[in-house]
Each structure stands twice: as structure tokens, then as C-alpha cells.
């Protein structure tokens, strides 16, 4: 069965880094494009990336733009959110999630359960 | 990339209908057919209910459907159950090949 499971989080001090993964099982990774989405405590939630099955295409919501970057490795099955000059805005949990089948980029159609990011001083 | 319009709260009686309504632009709801929506218990991961703005994926109850004029989408569920109470989420495909979520409905069911 599809399996995503995100690590990384945790607690943070403003302006510094943190790297989240998303290691996948149950399908064939390399085929499929995969998203970061995420919640901050008690809102909606806010699409940040997505990355294509090869990983020469990526996109990202302007709130992140110039500060995150995904990419991703195929030989290990595993994709990855680097986050940068991190705010209090970006406090949040992460989620992973994988692009539907096919070649149009139109679902979320399994989902991790997601990491924390705390950012504090 | 401004979120997509949602009303904040819905709610019906069990058995009745409820519809949720997803207003975007003609750069992302109105431009494409990739619209889809999100079910999220409290506590819980979001869960995939409708995709390309009609379908349904394998196991999801068929009250629940999805439709779309011009630049508004919407999600009908027939038939509401008590265990339908959650949050949904509309989510659309962008002109410039990025997404955008709604602001979320809380759904109750009376």
C-alpha cells in the first residue's frame, strides 16, 4: 500500500534552516510527481511546492519562493523540502503528498501525516 | 495565488443535502478541470474525496459529488451522515502550474 512518511521537524529559531524528507514505498516513486502542502496550527491548508516524477520541473506558492526548494531522489525513493530564512509565518505541520496518476497535474491523492515545524526563538 | 472563496460554516440535518461552493478565477477554477476537494476530521490527515471536479476515488461514498460552472466549483453531499462532519477543502490547478486550496468549510451536521 502507498506509504509517505515525512521527517525533519521540530523546533527552530527564526532566519536559520531545516530540511524535511518524505520517504515513499508502495508504488513506483520515479513515476509520479509529488507536493509539500502545509497547515499552520488552527488555519487552512496552504499549498507550498510540487515537484515532476524526474525531477526537472518544480513550482512553489510565492510565499515560499526564493526561500524553500524541493528536489528529490529516485534512487532512494525519497523527496525533500529544503526551508530556508524561516519565519513565524512558517510555523506550520508539513505534509507530503503524491500527485495522482497520469500526466496532468490535477490531485493530492495520498498523504503523510505530516511533520511540525515550530519556529521560536 | 489568492486562496480560493469558501463559505466558513454549512450545516444540515442528517439525510438532508448540503452543498459547499469553491469561487475562484478564470485562472484556476474556471480555466481547468482539475479541481478537487478535501475532507479533514479534526486531528487528522486530508483525505481525497473528489478529483477533476466530478470524479471519485475508489471507496469514497457516492453522496458525495462534485460539479463546476464557470469560475465556481461545488461539492454536494446527499444524504449527510453524522460522520460527515469535518472540514473540506476545495483545491484547484493553476495557471501557472501551481495549486491553490480553499479557505475551508466546517461542515455540521445537526
Known amino acids: 500500500q502507498v506509504q509517505l512518511l515525512e521527517s525533519g521537524g521540530g523546533v527552530v529559531q527564526p532566519g536559520r534552516s531545516l530540511r524535511l524528507s518524505c520517504a515513499a514505498s508502495?508504488?513506483?516513486?520515479?513515476?509520479?510527481?509529488m507536493h509539500w502542502v502545509r497547515q499552520a496550527p488552527g488555519k487552512g491548508l496552504e499549498w507550498v511546492a510540487v515537484i515532476s516524477d524526474d525531477g526537472s520541473r518544480t513550482h512553489y506558492a510565492d510565499s515560499v519562493t526564493g526561500r524553500f526548494t524541493i528536489s528529490r531522489d529516485n534512487s532512494k525513493s525519497t523527496f525533500y523540502l529544503q526551508l530556508n530564512s524561516l519565519g513565524a509565518e512558517d510555523m506550520a505541520i508539513y505534509y507530503c503528498?503524491?500527485?495522482?496518476?497520469?500526466?496532468?497535474?490535477?490531485?493530492?491523492?495520498?498523504w503523510g501525516q505530516g511533520t511540525l515545524v515550530t519556529v521560536s526563538s | 495565488q489568492s486562496a480560493l472563496t469558501q463559505p466558513a460554516s454549512v450545516s444540515g440535518s442528517p439525510g438532508q443535502s448540503i452543498t459547499i461552493s469553491c469561487t475562484g478565477t478564470s485562472s484556476d477554477v474556471g480555466g481547468y478541470n482539475y479541481v478537487s476537494w478535501y475532507q479533514q476530521h479534526p486531528g487528522k490527515v486530508p483525505k481525497l474525496m473528489i478529483y477533476d471536479v466530478t470524479e471519485r476515488p475508489a471507496g469514497v461514498a457516492n453522496r458525495f459529488s462534485g460539479s463546476k460552472s464557470g469560475n465556481t466549483a461545488s461539492l454536494t453531499i446527499s444524504g449527510l451522515q453524522a460522520e460527515d462532519e469535518a472540514d473540506y477543502y476545495c483545491?484547484?490547478?493553476?495557471?501557472?502550474?501551481?495549486?491553490?486550496f480553499g479557505t475551508g468549510t466546517q461542515v455540521t451536521v445537526l
Open positions: 483545491c484547484s490547478f493553476t495557471s501557472t502550474s501551481t495549486f491553490v
Open positions: 508502495g508504488f513506483t516513486f520515479s513515476s509520479y510527481a
Open positions: 503528498a503524491r500527485e495522482g496518476p497520469g500526466d496532468n497535474w490535477s490531485m493530492l491523492d495520498y
